[in-house]
């Protein structure tokens, strides 16, 4: 298995642009998670998918962020607009139901200018 | 407040050496604790994982400890390695929501020749 998968590794853009970055997990995980990684604030939980279902979503910071699922393989994190202080790693993971095969992405490296 | 406090920030230790890395938590109800080790670049990897009823578990040269009544947590590294040099993050999980895991900001380690 290829782990979970992230594109871009690195994305730079300019400030008021839309960036999606994307995710595919490792085949059979039912739950899919977004996080984000800060030197100020370290790894914080954006949102969860269950089942390609947005479970809790309490963690986005914003209206500018957006996440979807698609389908059991696919996953979307949106920003729309983007601002200097988006910049940050965005890690993909995604688990088993017992949450024990607890797996990341490499992740994304986002810098907005 | 952070839930999850580690010690110290960062740890500077001579290769072939043991360390150990503390890892106090507040979050309630405790479901279980997890162990990552992050390299730079890369997303973070599982090291181990304990529940309340467990009180040592090991992992190769990483041996975690959890004392569940006072709350606290080490990982001890035991004939440090070049390779170790990473970041060591305790995280916890909550049994009242299957996403909320409380991250701790980590621990850096350096390990030089």
């Known amino acids: 298995d290829a782990g979970v998968i992230q594109s871009p590794r690195h994305e730079v853009t300019e400030m008021g642009q839309e960036v999606t970055l994307r995710c595919k997990p490792i085949?059979?995980?039912?739950?899919l998670f977004w996080y984000r990684q800060t030197m100020m604030r370290g790894l914080e939980l954006l949102i969860y998918?269950?089942?390609?279902?947005?479970?809790?979503d309490s963690g986005m910071p914003e209206d500018r962020f957006s996440a979807k699922m698609p389908n059991a393989s696919f996953s979307t994190l949106k920003i729309q607009p983007s601002e200097p202080r988006d910049s940050a790693v965005y890690f993909c993971a995604s688990s088993l139901t017992q949450g024990y095969g607890y797996t990341f992405g490499s992740g994304t490296r986002l810098t907005v200018v | 407040k952070n839930q999850v406090e580690q010690s110290p920030q960062s740890l500077i230790i001579l290769e072939g050496k043991n360390c150990t890395l503390q890892c106090n938590y507040t979050v309630s109800p405790f479901s279980n604790l997890r162990w990552y080790k992050q390299d730079t670049g890369r997303g973070p990897v599982s090291l181990t994982i304990m529940t309340f009823s467990e009180n040592t578990k090991s992992n190769g040269r990483y041996t975690a400890t959890l004392d569940a009544d006072t709350k606290q947590s080490s990982l001890h590294i035991t004939a440090s390695q070049l390779s170790d040099s990473a970041s060591y993050i305790c995280?916890?999980?909550?049994?009242?929501?299957?996403?909320?895991?409380?991250f701790g900001a980590g621990t850096q380690v350096v390990v030089t020749p």
């Open positions: 998918f269950n089942n390609n279902v947005p479970i809790d």
């Open positions: 085949s059979g995980h039912d739950y």
């Open positions: 995280v916890v999980r909550t049994t009242d929501s299957w996403g909320k895991f409380q």
